[in-house]
């Protein structure tokens, strides 16, 4: 009877290791002792498989229009714009894992603004100004690393068409004198780093530059440091 117990008791003790081994793998944990006891404080972990599936992305913040030449409004000139602003939204959707990266496809559009407020024909100042928007519309790769349980960098690339529309102002006047609109074939990258909050929202930030490539003139070029927020649906 005694060799009985000692073999459940060995047979417990061998399970309830190989549990806590189960356990350790899946919530990795830090352990400190306290009073000659050891007090274990888990930590979060990410299983990076929960990642597959469809996710809802949104982004906001500060559109920088690069100087650029061109002659689509008419007229050969140089172009200058202030800080503008850029909103995109990015269903995503997520179809490769490992412990270390995940792979998604995404689509992306939104609008992006910037008040072009220097403009010179043949070197000389004009008194006209121009209202510039974009609508990318864009498919592309996103690559994320999981270099722990809580950061997560990401990279992608992206191609598609950019909108664009000028509406050309003189100061001091009301109302539009004449607009512009192209689609136009564009490219885009982007880098940055999200925070896990929870298992399905992500809050980060990142950078983009798209690059538009208007027929006959030089590419322009779009740069943008936004707040992100990727929601898992």
Same mark, same amino acid.
């Given at each position: ?59 906001? /913040?500060? #559109?920088?229009?690069? =100087?650029?030449?061109?002659? *689509?409004?008419?007229?050969? !000139?140089? %172009? ?75 990279? /992608?690339? #992206?191609?598609?068409? =950019?909108?664009?529309?000028? *509406?050309?102002?003189?100061? !001091?006047? %009301? ?59």
């Amino acid at each position: 009877m005694k060799k009985q117990y000692a073999k459940l008791f060995g047979a417990g003790v061998l399970g309830t290791f190989v549990v806590l081994a189960g356990a350790n793998s899946q919530a990795q944990a830090q352990t400190q002792t306290q009073y000659g006891a050891p007090v274990y404080y888990p930590t979060y972990y990410n299983d990076s498989s929960s990642d597959l599936g469809w996710h809802f992305g949104a982004d906001l /913040g500060p #559109s920088i229009l690069q =100087d650029f030449n061109s002659s *689509r409004f008419g007229f050969p !000139g140089h %172009f200058s714009a202030r800080v503008g602003e850029r909103f995109s939204v990015s269903p995503e959707f997520d179809f490769f894992t490992t412990s270390q990266v995940t792979l998604g496809a995404n689509f992306e559009t939104g609008e992006i603004y910037n008040d072009i407020n220097r403009v010179q024909e043949d070197g000389q100042s004009t008194s006209l100004r121009i209202h510039y928007y974009q609508v990318p519309v864009l498919a592309g790769l996103t690559l994320k690393f999981h270099p722990d349980s809580f950061v997560v960098p990401y990279i /992608g690339v #992206s191609g598609g068409g =950019d909108y664009s529309l000028g *509406r050309i102002h003189e100061d !001091g006047l %009301f109302g539009t004198i004449s607009s512009d609109d192209q689609i136009n074939p564009a490219v885009e990258a982007t880098a940055g780093v999200r925070f896990r909050l929870n298992s399905f929202i992500d809050f980060g930030f990142g950078y983009k530059y798209l690059a538009a490539f208007p027929s006959g003139n030089a590419a322009i070029a779009t740069h943008a440091v936004l707040a992100s927020l990727n929601v898992k649906l």
